[in-house]
């Protein structure tokens, strides 16, 4: 048992200096200061959260239910926490091979691993599940029991989410993912966890309280423990003797699948050691497409690259579609009237090309493999042009997204839509082209750790600041045109912005041209 | 083949890291050029290529001028930077079909270019990898055999040799000579003065970025017994 312990010690260990040194942060004294901090930082809202969701049902007159929603809602969070980390433990990470040599019985390798699954879930568990056990002992005048059941429950509710992630995992290697899609799995789960969040946040401030109340009353039967849960909360003690039952057999049940996982992952280390194959046959591609597809694959290949712009992509959408399952965002609610539709969804629509300024960082973002395309027969022009081509490609997609969300919830008309989209069109080319600008006045290129690309860069931080200069636009066309109708401000700005480009163009065809030459390899 | 006409780089409005630097290199000639550390050599073969404008002072490659026709002048020639620093999240094989596609070669040709040179420099069986998993000599060699796979005339290595194993060391001098004797070009920095000697139809001799001799290496040695070495050592040292 001893030899376990030092193992769980040992991965524990493994475990955050990986996390440290994929902070960007170093790996120093100071960079476990910040890691640190961070989490501690990270626990105040999730702290918050569950004070909030007691006083959300004390208000209600339900303070019971409370302790339901926390479990159910733990349990969820715990379950999609779970899965990425263990699919990464035990088939990305792949420290078996030489773990395995070691004079240790086979049944703790997986359990070892489960076990820091384990602990990093108690924590989570902790903080978000303390507070409401503590405040609804402290109302029921025990906050011993509320403070020790609560621990009691705050350990051993993540068997069964772990017990799910382990099977969830193994299902997924049926279904043949492997160590190689860990980006792919890491970003899925991270943005239903997202959603998870943001979907709770919406659905506590909603107005009426029915909805939540349904919601957690019907989620509650499908979950039995959360009734096990609610009643030993409130006193009585014999609740714990499922609770013990369900963590035993959770237990036994880990074991089974962490040797087989651990036999997978074994496997696949074995089976990794084949090269890949590959085709030397190849239609050839367009220059300008293959440009186009080296710059989108730098977004793409890259998680630090990629999950900025997703997240900065995806969260007004993801707003307006919890906002809206939760009942919260209706026509009515959000706007009075066809116009001020129109402004959300353009709004909306218009979002990715305000935030993501992806071609402020379009050279910055090759780092030292700028040379490459420079010593190409490819006129300058050409190179600039894919550069553009890729901001105006991702964030179209993005708008076009959100205009399908906007007609999924709103009445629009077709004028107003295409107006709306006429004006997003021409803002995103506008904004692609501009932003480009300041990226050959300012290119960065000696970067070590790609975040220090994109975040903490000034060249974003003055894009995103001069934004606000825009509403220049559409005040002018108003101040021309005095009382026209939305559709026709819109389209009218739509039009000035694409004067505008023209001249950006213009100017980049001719000045930047050179100055892009300048840029040293 | 290769032509500078007083070429000069100013860095920073005032050092100049390459000083009125005139040569020509003919067709079919393996060129070297050497010199200390911190010559100018890079920035020379950075302006050559494109990636840095000269100051003052033309380039012709081919004829072609590279300030007026750029694209027409860099269809000539492929460059091995002295740093395989390339965009590695891709596989070698796409890296490959990128610069076949960007220089033209038909889906014919590479198929058999890059089979012949990924054999011969022993990278074949890893091309279906990622390139991030490469180690620094094999994102060299695929580097290298992305800058034969067009078989243009002019071939433009830095410092190509340092990090090579022997064996793809010695892949390497054949194929230069295998260019040239096809009526390609070589030109390419180096500090491993024996295989300047050795492989070298001529050389240029770089001093603080200044060009202080370019001949034959049997006419820089003037018929003396020194090495290339002692000859070089005893050409730079009043720096
Ligand atoms: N980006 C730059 N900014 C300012 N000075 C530079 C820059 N790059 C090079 N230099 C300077 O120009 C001079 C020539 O450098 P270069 O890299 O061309 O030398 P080199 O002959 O290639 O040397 P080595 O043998 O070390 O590779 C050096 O004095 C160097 O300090
Ligand atoms: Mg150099």
Partial sequence: ?521 | MLVLNKVTKTYDGEKKAVNQLSLEVAPGEIFGFIGPNGAGKTTTIKMITGLLPPTAGQILINGVDLATSPVAAKRNFTYVPDHPEIFSAIRGIDYLHFLADMYDVSAQTRRVRIEQYTQLFGIYDFLGEIIQSYSHGMKQKLVICGALLPEAPLFILDEPLVGLDPLAAKHLKEIMGKRCAAGGTVFFSSHLLTIVEQICDRIAVINQGELIACDRPERIKNGSNHSLEEIFLELTKDA
């Fill in chain 1, 1 to 521: 048992m001893r030899k376990f312990f030092v193992l769980v010690k040992f991965e524990l260990m493994d475990f955050f200096s990986k996390y440290q040194s994929g902070s960007g942060w170093g790996t120093g004294r100071r960079g476990k200061g910040l890691v640190i901090l961070t989490l501690l930082l990270l626990m105040i809202p999730f702290t918050q959260m569950s004070i909030g969701v007691y006083h959300r049902f004390y208000g209600l007159g339900r303070p019971e239910l409370a302790v339901a929603f926390m479990i159910l809602l733990t349990f969820l969070l715990m379950t999609l926490t779970a899965i990425p980390l263990i699919y990464s433990l035990f088939l990305y990470r792949n420290d078996f091979q030489y773990l395995s040599a070691l004079p240790i019985p086979e049944s703790y390798l997986g359990m070892a691993k489960l076990s820091i699954v384990w602990l990093y879930l108690v924590g989570i568990n902790l903080v978000l599940w303390l507070p409401v056990s503590i405040l609804t002992g402290l109302d029921l005048g025990w906050i011993d029991r509320g403070l020790i059941t609560g621990f009691l429950i705050g350990i051993l509710t993540p068997f069964p989410p772990l017990f799910f992630s382990t099977l969830a995992v193994l299902a997924l290697t049926l279904v043949g993912v492997k160590g190689r899609r860990k980006n792919l799995i890491s970003t899925f789960f991270g943005f239903a966890l997202l959603g998870l969040v943001l979907g709770t946040q919406l659905f506590l401030t909603s107005e009426s309280g029915v909805g939540l109340i349904a919601l957690t009353e019907g989620w509650s039967r499908y979950y039995p423990p959360t009734a096990w849960m609610v009643r030993l909360i409130s006193g009585s003690r014999a609740n714990i003797i499922p609770l013990m039952g369900l963590t035993v057999g959770c237990y036994w049940g880990l074991q089974t699948g962490a040797g087989r996982l651990y036999r997978i992952a074994l496997h696949q280390a074995e089976t990794n050691s084949t090269l890949q194959s590959f085709s030397l046959f190849e239609q050839p591609k367009s220059k300008y497409r293959q440009l186009l597809r080296r710059n989108l694959l730098i977004i793409g290949k890259q998680p630090v690259f990629l999950m900025n712009t997703l997240l900065t992509l995806v969260v007004p959408g993801l707003i307006l579609l919890a906002g809206f399952l939760a009942g919260d965002f209706t026509p009515e609610n959000l706007a009075e009237g066809q116009s001020q539709l129109t402004l959300v969804w353009v709004g909306l629509a218009s979002a990715p090309a305000l935030l993501v300024n992806l071609s402020v960082t379009a050279i910055t973002r090759e780092g030292k493999a700028f040379w490459e395309t420079k010593v190409l027969p490819v006129t300058t022009w050409d190179n600039l042009r894919s550069r553009i081509g890729t901001t105006i490609l991702i964030n179209l997609t993005a708008s076009m997204v959100m205009l399908i969300l906007a007609l999924l919830c709103f009445p629009l008309t077709i004028s107003s839509v295409i107006s709306g989209l006429f004006f997003v069109v021409m803002l995103t080319v506008f904004l692609a082209h501009s932003d480009l600008v300041l990226n050959i006045y300012r290119p960065f290129l000696n970067w070590s750790h790609p975040a220090a690309a994109i975040k903490n860069n000034l060249n974003v931080i003055l894009s995103l600041a001069s934004r606000p200069l825009l509403t220049v636009i559409p005040v002018l066309t108003v101040f021309c045109l005095p009382g026209a109708s939305l559709s026709a401000i819109l389209f009218y700005s739509g039009l000035l912005l694409f004067l505008l480009t023209l001249l950006v163009r213009k100017f980049l065809q001719t000045v930047m041209v050179e100055k892009f030459d300048q840029i040293g390899g």
